[in-house]
């Protein structure tokens, strides 16, 4: 018969080296968090969760009929403006060849409307370098339909119904944990 003793009995510490144990969690090395833009509406999801993706593959695409939409009022709403702007400066034409036929007496009331006129133009033709510029951000959008996976992973986690966390945070739309080279 042969003694045997365990390590921790010759090194002298005890149970101490048996009874430990570390709880803890394997985690990815990154994982990817998408957020939904909210001006638009996703039409289609492509994947789902549990499912391997790649990166550059497709995750979902958003409607873009409500961008369209979006774009053709902003061009109707830029040339109407663009149109009052002209009929103002029209209208300034006409009630200048009208002060010059008017006694001095008069010619005041016409000056008058003519510089309202001109900061009427002035104010159309700030509001319609904002709208051109609100027409430049949705067409680049509009091409910005397909939203693809920036890593290869797996995706965890797929929130159709929006929310925030504890934070007030709104959540994810996706989530997609790292996993390293697939397929």
């Known amino acids: 018969a042969v003694s045997v003793q365990s390590v921790s009995m010759i090194t002298g ?6 009874a430990d ?7 990815a090395g990154s ?16 994947v789902e969760v549990g499912q391997d993706v790649v990166a550059g593959e497709v995750l979902f695409i958003y409607d873009n009929e409500a961008l369209t939409l979006t774009i053709e009022q902003l061009k ?17 034409k006409d009630l200048e060849t009208e002060r010059s036929r008017v006694p001095d007496s008069q010619k005041f009331q016409y000056t008058l409307e003519i510089q309202t006129l001109e900061a009427t ?9 904002i709208k051109e510029k609100e027409l430049a951000r949705q067409e680049a959008m509009s091409g910005e339909t397909k939203v693809k996976a920036g890593i290869t992973g797996r995706v965890t986690a797929i929130n159709k119904d ?3 966390d504890n934070y007030g945070n709104p959540l994810p739309f996706m989530t997609i944990m790292e996993t390293g080279n697939l397929r």
């Open 13 to 18: 510490v005890g149970s101490v080296g048996l």
């Open 21 to 27: 144990r570390y709880a803890g969690l394997v985690v």
């Open 31 to 46: 994982t990817e968090e998408i957020q939904v833009d909210q001006s638009m509406t996703v039409s289609e999801i492509y």
């Open 76 to 92: 109707l709403e830029i040339e109407g403006m663009k149109n009052s702007v002209e009929t103002y400066k029209q209208q300034i």
């Open 121 to 129: 133009i002035r104010e159309t033709e700030y509001n319609i370098g």
């Open 162 to 164: 929006g929310g925030y």
